[in-house]
């Protein structure tokens, strides 16, 4: 009864909602918990032991070496005790009591976990990372999306709303942020599956360009927009954001798109998009954030071995900073990250309805890393460990005039 009354301490058990199981037969908790943690052989230990914050205990559930009968979020409100609260002290001792130092060996990293090559950033790495996240299989996004196939974060009015009502609320604010009027051109870069670029054109009559490294996305919104019948309006490419050669677009909207970028590139990135406004043009960056620009960044996350390689965020505070010293005056900012935990908390119950399709679509270890991201990612943002923040920035004239109104009109 060890090792297991060991692990349920450290994690909280004692809450009566979550037992623990262990491959040695021993358990703990009560047999009524609606969770159970069941840790199927040492490996799963050792995986714990031997890699940094959630890496492994990431490749012990992607490998099936540790699983969960019931809500893997609740799961995970309990497990992230190991990475957040634990002292060296605490956790040498329960290194001891689960099995010593023979758990230090790593055991082999699973097959899903990606390490790209090259230089870093490059437009041949950038497509290789994006095509790695993004290209797995429309239909498997279309069961975790729902039919709006938007992949960021969406806006809730309240929580009783539908994930559909909270994208189109989502793409609605961005629209209103930027002061979208027929007649005018938006270059939406990171599109995705063209829900942006079709929601301007169909709810504004805008002139909409949206660009993805995807090739899958672009073939995706294109065929969307030819059967919403906005082809004369809209347009999706498969291109890098660095090839648009077109400039003097009224506003410019980059949803998702700046985790991917580098910070090295953030100066880069937001001077590219300055010069691609007209004078009087808006800009809406709405990106995820750490909680401090002092917060070193997470390479050997879980999410950037699993689910984004080469992904990189820093606080909100760097962002703005860059956004003005390339010559755009931030006019509005707002954290949304309530909104992405109930996003992910959506897409989550999406995919359990789903999962048997999942799986055998793009393979039980591939699923069970989405399971893990969306729960964990929802548990981040409920913990302020990360953020989603929207920046509204404009090209001011050369006289100083900006076109903002007095008060935010959205």
């Known amino acids: 009864m060890g090792r297991a009354n060991a692990l349920e301490r450290v994690i909280g058990g004692g809450t009566g909602r979550v037992a623990v199981r262990l491959f040695d037969g021993s358990r703990a908790g009560?047999?009524?918990?609606?969770?159970?943690?069941?840790?199927?052989?040492?490996?799963?230990?050792?995986?714990?032991?031997?890699?940094?914050?959630?890496?492994?205990?990431?490749?012990?559930?992607?490998?099936?070496?540790?699983?969960?009968?019931?809500?893997?979020?609740?799961?995970?409100?309990?497990?992230?005790?190991?990475?957040?609260?634990?002292?060296?002290?605490?956790?040498?001792?329960?290194?001891?009591?689960?099995?010593?130092?023979?758990?230090?060996?790593?055991?082999?990293?699973?097959?899903?976990?990606?390490?790209?090559?090259?230089?870093?950033?490059?437009?041949?790495?950038?497509?290789?990372?994006?095509?790695?996240?993004?290209?797995?299989?429309?239909?498997?996004?279309?069961?975790?999306?729902?039919?709006?196939?938007?992949?960021?974060?969406?806006?809730y009015p309240t929580s009783a709303v539908t994930l559909e009502e909270a994208q189109f609320a989502k793409h609605d604010l961005v629209a209103r942020k930027l002061a979208l009027r027929p007649g005018m051109r938006l270059l939406d870069v990171g599109c995705g599956w063209g829900g942006m670029v079709i929601h301007a054109a169909r709810e504004y009559g805008v002139q909409a360009l949206g660009v993805t490294l995807s090739r899958r996305q672009a073939e995706w919104a294109q065929k969307a927009i030819a059967e919403a019948g906005l082809n004369e309006l809209a347009e999706v490419r498969h291109l890098d954001y660095r090839d648009v050669d077109e400039s003097g677009f009224d506003a410019v909207s980059s949803i998702g798109l700046t985790e991917h970028i580098g910070l090295a590139q953030l100066p880069s990135y937001f001077r590219f998009l300055y010069d691609r406004l007209r004078p009087g043009g808006r800009l809406l960056n709405h990106c995820i954030t750490l909680p401090s620009n002092a917060e070193a960044v997470r390479r050997r996350w879980f999410i950037n071995r699993y689910v984004f390689p080469d992904g990189e965020l820093t606080g909100v505070g760097r962002l703005v900073s860059v956004m003005h010293d390339v010559g755009l005056e931030v006019r509005h900012e707002e954290n949304l990250r309530e909104h992405y935990a109930l996003t992910?908390?959506?897409?989550?119950?999406?995919?359990?309805?789903?999962?048997?399709?999942?799986?055998?679509?793009?393979?039980?270890?591939?699923?069970?890393?989405?399971?893990?991201?969306?729960?964990?990612?929802?548990?981040?943002?409920?913990?302020?460990?990360?953020?989603?923040?929207?920046?509204?920035?404009?090209?001011?004239?050369?006289?100083?005039?900006?076109?903002?109104?007095?008060?935010?009109?959205?």
């Open 30 to 155: 009560p047999a009524s918990a609606p969770v159970r943690i069941d840790v199927r052989s040492p490996r799963a230990f050792a995986y714990m032991a031997t890699a940094p914050g959630d890496l492994g205990m990431a490749r012990a559930y992607v490998t099936g070496e540790l699983d969960v009968d019931g809500d893997l979020y609740t799961a995970l409100t309990h497990l992230s005790r190991l990475n957040l609260e634990l002292s060296l002290g605490e956790r040498l001792r329960l290194l001891r009591e689960l099995g010593g130092v023979r758990l230090l060996r790593p055991p082999p990293r699973p097959a899903q976990e990606v390490r790209l090559h090259g230089r870093r950033h490059s437009k041949n790495r950038d497509q290789r990372a994006i095509a790695h996240h993004y290209d797995v299989s429309n239909r498997f996004y279309g069961w975790i999306l729902g039919p709006s196939m938007t992949y960021t974060c969406a806006v």
């Open 344 to 410: 992910t908390a959506a897409w989550s119950v999406n995919l359990d309805a789903h999962w048997d399709e999942a799986v055998a679509e793009v393979g039980v270890a591939t699923a069970r890393v989405w399971r893990l991201y969306l729960a964990g990612v929802r548990l981040a943002f409920e913990q302020n460990q990360i953020q989603l923040h929207q920046v509204l920035g404009a090209r001011p004239h050369v006289d100083g005039r900006s076109e903002m109104p007095l008060r935010p009109a959205w």
